[in-house]
T-cell receptor
Framework: SQQGEEDPQALSIQEGENATMNCSYK?????LQWYRQNSGRGLVHLIL?????REKHSGRLRVTLDTSKKSSSLLITASRAADTASYFC???????????FGKGTSLLVTP | DTGVSQNPRHKITKRGQNVTFRCDPI?????LYWYRQTLGQGPEFLTY????????KSRLLSDRFSAERPKGSFSTLEIQRTEQGDSAMYLC???????????FGPGTRLTVL
């Protein structure tokens, strides 16, 4: 079963706008990661936030983590058409640190 | 290219046949993971290796599935007596150490007719 749940399932915005995606999870975690997947391709790691961190930035990406609410958000600022992809949150909590992925948010950025 | 590679990229097979996929991780990574992804879903964990030892297997990994990582380098995933429900993208990832970023390969897309 999948641990994370992204919201919304699909998001359509115009270039230059900001995109916010949310992720909720069920059990305690060691860290939470966000990945991007372009159509039919492998996943690309975007950012990792540890359970003792609350916010992290990387370029146009901003991730927050609220462990009390078991939720995270990914903000992409000044979106570009190239940001069109599916975005997944993934948590790891087990001894093997295998990742548990959500179903993803499909982002469409139109010129 | 020093990323994770997977072969073949696509595999079409008939129900009942056996298939084998290969994953070559990033050379210094000691951890290797297999995931399966179906359309509209996120990847689901199948199994992982630390060096040559298979340390964890998901309940998704039925008896028809077997994975190996001889000498702690490349890994193979074999599916015996394939079923139509096995059709999916099979993703391999590797990492160095514990609890960090996993680097994914492009995947092998399996279609079982």
């Amino acid at each position: 079963s999948q641990q994370g749940e992204e919201d919304p399932q699909a998001l359509s915005i115009q270039e230059g706008e900001n995109a916010t995606m949310n992720c909720s999870y069920k059990t305690s975690i060691n860290n939470l990661q966000w990945y991007r997947q372009n159509s039919g391709r492998g996943l690309v790691h975007l950012i990792l936030i540890r359970s003792n961190e609350r916010e992290k930035h990387s370029g146009r990406l901003r991730v927050t983590l609220d462990t009390s609410k078991k939720s995270s958000s990914l903000l992409i600022t000044a979106s570009r058409a190239a940001d069109t992809a599916s975005y997944f949150c993934a948590t790891d909590a087990g001894s093997g640190y295998a990742l548990n992925f959500g179903k993803g948010t499909s982002l469409l950025v139109t010129p | 290219d020093t990323g994770v590679s997977q072969n073949p990229r696509h595999k079409i097979t008939k129900r009942g046949q056996n298939v084998t996929f290969r994953c070559d991780p990033i050379s210094e990574h000691n951890r290797l993971y297999w995931y399966r992804q179906t359309l509209g879903q996120g990847p689901e964990f199948l199994t992982y290796f630390q060096n040559e030892a298979q340390l964890e297997k998901s309940r998704l990994l039925s008896d028809r599935f077997s994975a190996e990582r001889p000498k702690g380098s490349f890994s193979t995933l074999e599916i015996q007596r394939t079923e139509q429900g096995d059709s999916a993208m099979y993703l391999c990832a590797s990492s160095h150490g514990v609890g960090g970023e996993q680097f994914f390969g492009p995947g092998t897309r399996l279609t079982v007719l």
